[in-house]
């Protein structure tokens, strides 16, 4: 879900110009264009450099040797790439149209590794095989409209566990499969509800803990025995307060369980759960923060495990034994994410990103502290040196409570009140953390715009109190932050309340269109992707294996009076307030946000003779993925932008 809380970093990838005829770009044959002006070859002349950034993510290590797979791009899509040493090569595996989002080696000899695939962003990912020797692909699952994820590997490597909706589309069961021969498949556990995921296996491969996920507030742990398929509750389902499991990963001995929980506290913390006993010790209650991850070392002794504090992933390492954190790493300044170990109980894999390098791969020796850099990402030949960092502020709004963001500011060669661009995340469960802005930055250094990524009430990183009180009908308070959010920015000597645009993604682009109608009179305009225009008809629609999960947070709406909340304070129930210029973009194939939320906002805004700009790309879902749509949509914004905030 990351690339939704950056919804419009558009692009960290590297992407050439379109073909250019009679001076304007043409938009790629999969691009829907209704009200966009024709875009000028010379405006993508300009901005093409700062769409030439590209990114790495670490997949794996290598069982035996000292290698990794990565995913970047080096055409379209994402792809997965090999890396034998560090700053190596980059030799491309994979080569598809679509992106590939995940791959993990055997871990008994690493002569194939599995990865995971969706077309044309609907997000029915497959689960394939690749073989290194002949780099044969074979397809695993059924290929069908079925959801699969990836699932976590048997410590003897023979078996994965994985969940899937292919039993009737709507619940995610629990399947066991040997890749090696996938005649070797079967249900291990038959379930009800989309938020089921196979998380890890007993050291003797015996047992399997899965989780039950009901709402970012709720969720639950099972003991699953592999043979019998009976399951046991590991974890409190009957206390007054609900109670968040995150990431489970079984002591090396077998007696105990690591967990990150909510369990009397605000935040996520690191446990071990006793399985004798059920008791729960806390390992990090000194850190008043998420722990968003961790990893367990192979040989037991070390866990490392990220922070989220105040929005910056750092890393600390845990002694397992003394249960007291070791000596810190010195690190690379950056926020840090993607944690594994290597086999060898040595070396530790991240991504590492800030607002001055993209996303790139690293990984440290523990022992001996040494960071060594994997990856080097291009960044098109742009100083990044110059970029500007994120400063946190924070405001009061209506109730008093403090809500914080993250804001970017022009280099200071521009000088007077600067235009805001208010870039809200999606989620809500999410949360804007700080890294590279890839695009965006255009905006900053040579339009001269500032930039605030909000976490209004609903983000996560704050607590669990805080990610509640948008739920139900306290969703329009969130807008109300937006709005109290327009009054800080009025009291600022050195931005523009006169020229403020409000963007965001998913639920970020439903708080667009919300801000849209009602703050119309205080904003100049506003650029939606994939937004919700009505919870209504968005839960109706939504695929069924997500939706009684959306219901927990935003309202049932079978429920009459909820549903009378939900049409009533719809965007879309509200648009004949929007009378400035509004972008719309959408996904033809998105199956959280179906396209018929964004065409029916078009349609009723339209009717109020603004202007209405509208792209839908029929090869895209959840966001674009493919560089010549990212290009295309990076070039109308540039030009909305210009149009619609700058003049």
């Known amino acids: 879900m990351r690339y939704l809380i950056r919804a419009l970093v558009f692009c960290l990838l590297a992407v050439p110009l379109l073909v250019a005829q009679s001076n304007v770009v043409q938009?790629?044959?999969?691009?829907?264009?209704?009200?966009i002006p024709a875009i000028p070859a010379a405006l993508a002349e300009t901005v093409a450099r700062y769409s030439d950034f590209r990114a790495a993510g670490f997949q794996d290590w290598h069982p035996v040797k000292r290698e990794m797979l990565i995913s970047t791009r080096f055409a379209e899509t994402n792809q997965i790439h090999r890396v034998s040493t560090p700053g190596g090569t980059r030799y491309q595996l994979t080569f598809f149209p679509d992106r590939v989002t995940g791959a993990r080696y055997s871990p008994a000899a690493g002569d194939y590794f599995l990865f995971?695939?969706?077309?044309?962003?609907?997000?029915?990912?497959?689960?394939?095989?690749?073989?290194?020797?002949?780099?044969?692909?074979?397809?695993?699952?059924?290929?069908?409209?079925?959801?699969?994820?990836?699932?976590?590997?048997?410590?003897?490597g023979s078996l994965t566990a994985y969940s899937s909706t292919r039993r009737n589309g709507n619940d995610r069961d629990i399947w066991i499969m040997n890749p090696a021969d996938p005649k070797e498949h079967r249900l291990l556990l038959e379930v009800s509800g989309g938020g089921?995921?196979?998380?890890?296996?007993?050291?003797?491969?015996?047992?399997?803990?899965?989780?039950?996920?009901?709402?970012?507030?709720?969720?639950?742990?099972?003991?699953?025995?592999?043979?019998?398929?009976?399951?046991?509750?590991l974890t409190p389902g009957d206390g007054a307060e609900k109670v968040a499991y995150g990431s489970a990963e079984f002591s090396k001995d077998?007696?105990?369980?690591?967990?990150?929980?909510?369990k009397d506290s605000e935040f996520q913390r690191l446990a071990y759960i006793d399985l004798a006993t059920g008791t729960h010790n806390y390992l990090t209650s000194h850190i008043h923060?998420?722990?968003?991850?961790?990893?367990?070392?192979?040989?037991?002794k070390t866990i490392a495990l990220i922070a989220n504090e105040d929005g910056i992933g750092v890393l600390h390492l845990l002694d397992t034994a003394a249960r007291k954190e070791k000596q810190a790493?010195?690190?690379?300044?950056?926020?840090?994410?993607?944690?594994?170990?290597?086999?060898?109980?040595?070396?530790?894999?991240?991504?590492?990103?800030?607002?001055?390098?993209?996303?790139?791969?690293?990984?440290?020796?523990?022992?001996?502290?040494?960071?060594?850099?994997?990856?080097?990402?291009?960044?098109?030949?742009?100083?990044?040196?110059?970029?500007?960092?994120?400063?946190?502020?924070?405001?009061?709004?209506?109730?008093g409570r403090e809500i914080s963001a993250f804001i970017y500011q022009p280099p200071?060669?521009?000088?007077?009140?600067?235009?805001?661009?208010?870039?809200?995340?999606?989620?809500?469960?999410?949360?804007?953390?700080?890294?590279?802005?890839?695009?965006?930055?255009?905006?900053?250094?040579?339009?001269?715009?500032?930039?605030?990524?909000?976490?209004?009430?609903?983000?996560?990183?704050?607590?669990?109190?805080?990610?509640?009180?948008?739920?139900?009908?306290?969703?329009?308070?969130?807008?109300r932050d937006i709005e109290t959010l327009l009054d800080w920015i009025q009291t600022q000597p050195n931005l523009d309340p006169g020229r403020v645009m409000v963007t965001g993604g998913s639920y970020g682009g439903f708080m667009t269109l919300a801000v849209a109608t009602k703050a119309n009179e205080r904003i100049r305009c506003a650029l939606d992707v994939v937004g919700i225009?009505?919870?209504?008809?968005?839960?109706?629609?939504?695929?069924?294996?997500?939706?009684?999960?959306?219901?927990?947070?935003?309202?049932?709406?079978?429920?009459?009076?909820?549903?009378?909340?939900?049409?009533?304070?719809?965007?879309?129930?509200?648009?004949?307030?929007?009378?400035?210029?509004?972008?719309?973009?959408?996904?033809?194939?998105?199956?959280?946000?179906?396209?018929?939320e964004s065409e029916q906002m078009v349609a009723t805004v339209r009717q109020n003779g603004s202007p209405v700009w509208y792209l839908m790309a029929r090869d895209e879902g959840h966001g674009f993925a493919k560089k010549k749509n990212q290009d295309f949509l990076f070039y109308a914004t540039v030009q909305f932008v210009q149009e619609f905030l700058l003049k």
Request: glycine share 10%; net charge neutral; hydrophobic share 35%.
């Open 27 to 35: 938009p790629g044959n999969s691009l829907v264009v209704e009200g």
């Open 116 to 156: 995971s695939k969706d077309v044309g962003g609907g997000e029915w990912f497959q689960i394939y095989r690749y073989d290194v020797s002949t780099g044969a692909i074979t397809l695993l699952t059924d290929g069908g409209r079925s959801q699969n994820d990836l699932g976590v590997w048997s410590n003897s």
């Open 412 to 479: 200071a060669r521009f000088t007077g009140k600067r235009p805001v661009i208010i870039n809200i995340h999606g989620g809500p469960e999410s949360q804007f953390t700080p890294g590279f802005l890839g695009r965006n930055n255009y905006y900053l250094n040579e339009l001269g715009v500032t930039i605030i990524f909000p976490n209004v009430r609903g983000s996560t990183g704050y607590g669990k109190t805080f990610v509640k009180l948008d739920n139900g009908m306290k969703r329009m308070d969130s807008v």
């Open 289 to 300: 923060w998420d722990v968003d991850e961790f990893d367990l070392s192979h040989d037991g």
């Open 329 to 399: 790493i010195k690190m690379p300044a950056g926020s840090i994410h993607g944690l594994k170990w290597h086999r060898n109980s040595r070396d530790l894999a991240f991504h590492l990103s800030s607002a001055r390098a993209s996303d790139d791969v690293y990984a440290v020796d523990v022992r001996i502290g040494k960071v060594e850099r994997w990856t080097f990402s291009e960044t098109g030949g742009i100083n990044t040196e110059q970029f500007s960092e994120a400063r946190l502020m924070r405001w009061k709004s209506f109730d």
């Open 254 to 262: 077998g007696k105990g369980l690591y967990v990150t929980t909510d």
């Open 196 to 233: 089921w995921s196979a998380r890890c296996w007993s050291p003797d491969d015996k047992q399997l803990v899965v989780g039950e996920s009901i709402s970012v507030n709720e969720s639950h742990l099972w003991l699953v025995d592999i043979t019998t398929g009976q399951k046991k509750r």
């Open 533 to 596: 225009s009505n919870f209504v008809t968005f839960l109706q629609n939504t695929e069924a294996y997500r939706r009684n999960l959306r219901r927990v947070e935003y309202g049932d709406e079978r429920d009459p009076e909820m549903r009378a909340y939900l049409e009533r304070t719809a965007p879309l129930k509200n648009a004949r307030n929007i009378t400035k210029p509004l972008f719309v973009v959408q996904g033809y194939n998105d199956p959280r946000v179906p396209y018929t």
